[in-house]
């Protein structure tokens, strides 16, 4: 066992145990170099020592060096450890003066409905971040031991971190790896101990845990029904947030929310259910440039581009500089002796893919067309930029089960941030997602004109996050 004061790797001076685990031990410790306090987790080559339990340990440190979130710990040094008294690897992270909301339950602190809502924002917002990096992140242990509270501003609950990626994965290793059953008993959804996880496989755990809150017994304590926590007569909740309860803890995948993107809109609009839309414009915006043709046999709709915007100005001059910088900096680069000079032009390669996305974006605002197409037979994307087509998309018309729009939103970004996401239209046909937003359209009410004009004609209800 690590004693107090040791140091290791020459730097990092042990203060105290904060937690340990089956060969795993958490310390805080102080960065001699720095003189801050930091977070080292062991893992120990012991009797008990698996191999799984390093390739999660090595998960962890790659994953936590990929990431950049203002309420996520940050990678800081990962190292083999090989002293008299001990023999392992070392992670360190940033370290966060909070404590866990295990703790604050510990010690008797009861939240209330506006701070449990307040927390579920939070962390939502940090999974946003966390499933739409590529290929996407999966945390897969969200609990209250795994999620501190800052100190309380005001009416607010406090800053709100999501830590311990000891058990994270990607889709990629998911859908490519071996298959290994982690997780906390009581928060953990039914595919994961199938080994299966999904990005909604982290929403079912958020939403055990803020049962916990709401009702203050543990989620594997409260009665079942088909496998569904019956937690609604332990909690005095207004009805609206119980309904978005059952919904993020729904069993059956195809029943919960699939994103937290819609998890937390429908938290913030007041509900957690689809409900049909009703209230769409019902006909053509008055000077849209859309062309709709339809008949028994097929529907048509052909949408111009967008036109001139005052913002492709300054991207296009952004874009030109932006280019011709790269250009002398790889001809700089080209100049050098060979071989030397390969690794520094291949390095300017995705400098070069930002700039001519930046021109192409500009260039397609300004004369790219898109034209969708669905028959009896399929349903068929296609895009042009002038008379060259560029790109081109299909699948069965019998896959199309679902329309889903979404009104714009805010999330926040990696820097904290509020960012307005723009309202969309998705066709889903299988594992095909065919999409229409407010950057292809000209106004959200051309949105919705398309989107009742597809769901007249398909004969599919609309579904909007509310």
């Known amino acids: ?24 031990s958490t310390f805080l410790a ?32 790659q994953t936590l060096k990929s990431l950049s979130h203002p309420f996520i710990p940050a990678y800081l040094d990962y190292f083999e450890v090989n ?9 360190v992270q940033t370290y966060i003066p909070a404590q866990t909301i295990e703790q604050y339950l510990q010690t008797g602190r009861k939240f209330t409905e506006v701070e449990v809502q307040e927390i579920a924002k939070a962390v939502l ?72 996880t999904v990005p909604a496989s982290d929403l079912y755990s958020l939403g055990a845990t803020l049962i916990y809150l709401v009702t203050g017994t543990h989620p594997a304590d409260l009665p079942q029904k088909d496998f569904c926590i019956q937690f609604q007569q332990f909690a005095n909740i207004i009805p609206y947030f119980t309904n978005w309860l059952q919904k993020i803890t729904e069993p059956s995948l195809e029943k919960r929310f699939s994103s937290a993107t819609q998890a937390l809109i429908a938290l913030e609009q007041g509900g957690g259910e689809y409900t049909e839309i009703t209230a769409l414009a019902v006909g053509k915006p008055a000077g849209s440039k859309i ?10 709709i052909t949408i111009p581009p967008t036109g001139f915007k005052p913002s492709m100005v300054f991207i296009g001059f952004f874009a030109t500089f932006w280019n011709l910088f790269i250009l002398v900096w790889t001809i700089g680069a080209l100049s050098a002796p060979f071989p030397a000079n390969i690794p520094f032009a291949l390095f300017s390669l995705p400098f070069w893919c930002a700039g001519f996305s930046m021109i192409y974006g500009v260039v ?14 399929q349903i068929t994307f296609n895009a042009w930029l002038g008379k060259w087509k560029i790109r081109r998309r299909s699948a069965s018309r019998t896959s ?12 926040r970004d990696s820097e904290g941030d509020r960012m307005l996401q723009p309202a969309k239209l998705e066709i889903w046909a299988g594992v095909e997602k065919f999409k229409f937003d407010v950057n292809t359209l000209k106004s959200e009410a051309e949105l919705e004109w398309l989107a009742k004009e597809l769901s007249d004609w398909l004969g599919i209800g609309i579904s909007e996050v509310r």
């Open 30 to 61: 102080t960065d001699l170099v720095t003189g801050k306090s930091v977070i080292v987790k062991l893992l120990a080559f012991g009797g008990d020592f698996e191999w799984d339990d390093l390739k999660l340990f090595e998960r962890e440190a």
């Open 83 to 91: 002293s008299p008294i001990y023999q392992g690897f070392a992670l």
């Open 291 to 300: 062309q709709l043709t339809k008949n028994e046999d097929f529907l048509e």
């Open 400 to 411: 199309i089960n679902k329309l889903i729009y979404t009104p714009q939103y805010f999330t």
């Open 364 to 377: 397609y605002g300004l004369f790219g067309r898109m034209k969708i197409r669905i028959d009896k037979q």
């Open 125 to 196: 917002e940090i999974l946003i971040y966390l499933h739409n990096l590529n290929p996407p992140v999966i945390h897969r242990d969200i609990k209250p031991s795994n999620i501190l509270l800052g100190e309380r501003s005001g009416n607010s609950v406090g800053s709100v971190y999501l830590v311990d990626f000891g058990s994270v994965q990607t889709v990629l290793a998911a859908e490519g790896g071996t298959k290994t059953i982690v997780g906390t008993y009581g928060y953990m959804p039914q595919e994961q101990f199938g080994g299966r």
């Open 1 to 24: 066992m690590i004693m107090n004061r040791e140091i290791l790797a020459n730097r990092y001076e042990i203060q105290q145990q904060l937690g340990k685990k089956a060969g795993r």
